[in-house]
């Protein structure tokens, strides 16, 4: 828990060093399987980076932000990002807020926490999977509503991370872990 609070302090030293990242996979094999999207979100800027379009360039704002904030990044997208750009680039810090929602009794994945806290989406319904879809339309058939759809469907991830961020910091200041 210490270690957990000690992140959070770092994270509200220098919050403009920090973005929130989400990927896309095509599956979730790390070993068989390549990121197709890279969504950033740092201040009020959202950032899609695709396969085949402009993915390489995430390197340059990964590189230069030393706080990553995921949500079980630790088990799926910091490896994807390890893997894809051969270790190029890690965050120095790194909170995933899977692990500080399961410290205050939310349980479950990202979807399931954000209806818990009253986050709302518009492509409500859709999951990893229906990801996976869409980007099968697009490579596939070229379905450019489909890239759009899973863009946006990116983008709520990673903007309600920062919600989600917030809930947890308001909650541990309550407990009195936070000054």
Do not use: C
């Not at 030393?66 to 079980?72: L, V």
């Not at 929602?101 to 954000?114: N, V």
């Amino acid at each position: 828990m210490h270690d957990k609070i000690r992140l959070l302090d770092i994270y509200l030293r220098i919050p403009h060093r920090a973005l929130f990242l989400d990927i896309e996979t095509e599956g979730l094999s790390k070993e068989r399987n390549a990121i197709t999207l890279i969504g950033l979100y740092f201040g009020e800027d959202y950032k899609a980076f695709i396969q085949g379009l402009n993915l390489e360039e995430a390197i340059t704002y990964l590189a230069k932000t030393p706080i990553w904030i995921t949500f079980g990044g630790d088990n799926f997208d910091i490896p994807f990002i390890k893997k894809t750009f051969q270790g190029r680039v890690l965050p120095r810090v790194h909170l995933d807020l899977y692990h500080f929602t399961s410290l205050l009794g939310l349980r479950g994945g990202l979807k399931k926490i954000e209806k818990a806290l009253g986050l709302t989406r518009e492509t409500e319904g859709l999951n990893g999977y229906d990801a996976v879809k869409l980007w099968q339309r697009w490579k596939e058939e070229g379905d450019s509503s489909a890239l759009e759809k899973l863009i946006q469907y990116n983008r709520e991830d990673v903007v309600n991370l920062k919600a989600i961020l917030n809930y947890i910091i308001k909650k541990f200041h309550e407990e009195g872990h936070l000054l």
